[in-house]
């Protein structure tokens, strides 16, 4: 007699999800599209691309975000308060609106547009910066758990401090994006 591994709405669940999985957009050097992969496919030295946002607030303070214990890319590191692969069919700022939303509860933002950078370590991405001033405390944002592990606002002299002392704690890039944006 033949068993079956999946009940059969867990088999359409992963059927379904396996269909819509989202593609996320691949560059060339000078950040023009080439391509559309799901994550798992994708090659080491293929560059993608990736939207941050720094958030500030009228004290000058910074939000900074400690990514998910589960996530592939630097987990448990402090980074930029949102970030997010930009998917097929999304713009550098239509996907910034989406994880500020998704990922800290933000809607209705309009973001500046920032610098863009180019990250080439372990991972190649384009970095398309936004910049906000968001006056709330943290119990106001409301954080997507499975993404974002805790959030806190950091005086400049506070960051730069722990970025001296401590720089295991944040992404390793996360130098460079303060002395940028700051």
Do not use: C
Request: glycine content about 2%; overall charge negative.
């Amino acid at each position: 007699m033949l068993r079956y591994i999946f009940k059969v709405p867990d088999l359409l669940i992963f059927i379904m999800t396996e269909i819509i999985k989202s593609k996320i957009i691949i560059v060339d050097e000078n950040d023009k599209i080439i391509d559309h992969k799901k994550r798992d496919t994708l090659k080491k030295e293929e560059i993608y691309r990736v939207s941050a946002l720094w958030i500030t607030n009228s004290n000058r303070e910074i939000l900074l975000a400690r990514r998910h214990h589960t996530k592939s890319h630097h987990p448990e590191k402090w980074g930029p308060a949102v970030t997010g692969t930009v998917e097929k069919g999304e713009t550098y700022e239509d996907n910034i609106i989406k994880e500020a939303d998704e990922e800290l509860g933000l809607r209705n933002i309009k973001p500046k547009m920032g610098p863009k950078t180019k990250t080439d370590n372990k991972y190649h991405h384009f970095t398309q910066w936004y910049i906000l001033s968001v006056d709330k405390n943290i119990d106001e944002f409301k954080i997507q758990e499975d993404e974002v592990e805790e959030i806190k606002w950091f005086s400049p002299e506070e960051l730069r401090k722990q970025l001296q002392e401590t720089p295991e704690e944040f992404l390793p890039t996360m130098k460079k994006y303060f002395e940028l944006l700051s």
